[in-house]
């Protein structure tokens, strides 16, 4: 029996490595829907970079403000998307037209938002959103970092135990995330995955640092 989802700082859940495994689901949307709760959908400008085959859009992101998705595979359904690498569309184009950035991939994030913190600006005050899948669990479980988290949290060299301490990591890459950024985090909600693909998913919402 699958155990139901708890709130508080965090949030059980199952998670496989799959596009949008229906046990990922709840947690998923709950917290695709507290980022944009949070931001205002009346003021959400949503910019999908693992846009798969638009079940979030559905759940969540169709109530925004505005909707651009991303994915290297072209969906016929009415949703505004770029059909390529993300991140030659985050190098691309403007990331001002946009406060809320999901990125949920299957394996790092970190590259993509490494993209994000060098070319969007966050004003004093000002309150942007972001969703994170973070899958590097089973590499970690070798001493395998990816590159762009050993360049975010601040990792040199191979270091062993990292799927140990996955949340520690974690915790380093959103500071270096946040200090890239200029920002503080003022929310947060976390899901972690029980299965062995050691998935962490988390919904902030950034705000920009004082002169």
Same mark, same amino acid.
């Given at each position: 029996m699958k155990k139901a989802a708890t709130w508080?700082?965090?949030l059980a859940s199952e998670a496989l490595k799959t596009n949008n495994h229906a046990a990922t689901m709840p947690a998923k949307i709950e917290l695709r829907r507290r980022v944009l709760e949070a931001i205002g959908a009346d003021n959400a400008r949503v910019f999908?970079?693992?846009a798969g085959d638009g079940k979030m859009f559905d759940a969540v992101w169709s109530k925004a403000a505005r909707y651009v998705g991303c994915d290297l595979e072209w969906y016929r359904d009415a949703r505004e998307a770029f059909v390529a690498d993300n991140r030659r569309v985050l190098r691309s184009i403007d990331l001002t037209a946009f406060n809320v950035f999901d990125l949920d991939a299957w394996g790092a994030p970190w590259e993509q938002a490494i993209i994000v913190a060098a070319r969007?600006?966050?004003k004093p005050g000002e309150?942007? %959103?972001m969703v994170l899948t973070e899958g590097s669990?089973?590499?970690?479980r070798v001493g395998d970092y990816p590159l762009s988290l050993r360049a975010i949290a601040g990792i040199r060299g191979?270091?062993?135990g990292g799927s140990r301490s996955q949340d520690e990591l974690m915790a380093r890459a959103l500071a270096g995330l946040c200090r890239r950024m200029r920002c503080t985090i003022a929310k947060r909600w976390q899901a972690k995955g029980k299965? %062995?693909?050691?998935m962490i998913y988390a919904g902030l919402v950034l705000?920009?640092?004082p002169l």
């Open positions: 508080g700082d965090s999908d970079a693992f969007r600006p966050v309150r942007i %959103g669990g089973l590499k970690l191979r270091a062993a299965t %062995g693909a050691a705000e920009g640092d």
